[in-house]
């Protein structure tokens, strides 16, 4: 039977690439959304995939939405925590809600959905955890104090839970996309985001399949032996 793939914030940028790779993969894959149904439903309706609402910055919501899943398509096998959010502001402007919204989505949520799926995965003895970190969180970011903090708090999350897992067949590695070209970067003012392209040496942005195709590897059983470990696919702009 095909594995369950579960990715976070999957309908839309990068996630939504992972869903569509992963499906042609073979996987059943799920996609859940925060907030815009519209695309939700657009997007079930282009690729079959199906769609499920809940934030994952609460953990009631994500553990009942788990259980949703599993009720709907069986247990879930594999976890891409891929939802995120930005509040960029400089410091000095950054609100406590700004701080908080971030960290709830992008740092907590990554412990609501990977903490009511890992019982599960020990007990059958295999998992695949792929966390999407980013290549701010490796490097921090002038207006992200929060962002990077939660993406270098994703890196720890990724090597603690691979030392966990690793005897019972599950696997977590992180992948820290560069910059990709989303509507999230796309929301960068121009001349912001054209002094970034300057700093990428491949000469451009990242497209999503090419972090989906790095996701796909991971969660493959050819991947048995790679945890805890870091892909950085950013064009060269930032070696750790
Ligand atoms: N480095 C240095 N200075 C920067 C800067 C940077 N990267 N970005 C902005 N500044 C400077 C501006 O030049 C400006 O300077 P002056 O005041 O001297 O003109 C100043 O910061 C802006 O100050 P403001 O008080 O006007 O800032 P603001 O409150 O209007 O905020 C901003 C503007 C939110 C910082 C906006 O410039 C911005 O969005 N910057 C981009 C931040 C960024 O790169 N975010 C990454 C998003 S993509 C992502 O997160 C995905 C991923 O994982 C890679």
Known sequence: ????????????GIGAAISKNLKDAGYTVAATYAGNDEAAAKFTEETGIATYKWNVGDYDSSKAGIE???????PIDIVVANAGITRDAPFHKMTPQQWHDVIDTNLTGV????????????ERGFGRIVVISSINGQKGQFAQ???AATKAGDLGI????AQEGAAKGITAN?????????????AVPEKVRDSIIAQIPT???GEPEEIARCVRFLVSDDAAFVNGSTISANGGQFFV
């Not at 412990?111 to 020990?122: C, D, E, S, Y």
Request: aromatic share 8%; with cysteine.
């Open 1 to 12: 039977m095909a594995r369950i793939a579960l990715v976070t914030g999957g309908s839309r």
């Open 68 to 74: 949703q899943v599993e009720a709907d398509l069986g």
């Open 111 to 122: 412990f609501n959905t990977v903490h009511p799926i890992w019982p599960g995965m020990r």
């Open 145 to 147: 104090v929060n962002y």
């Open 158 to 161: 990724v090597k603690s839970l």
């Open 174 to 186: 992180a992948i820290c996309p560069g910059y990709i070209a989303t509507e999230m970067v796309m």
């Open 203 to 205: 000469g451009r942005l």
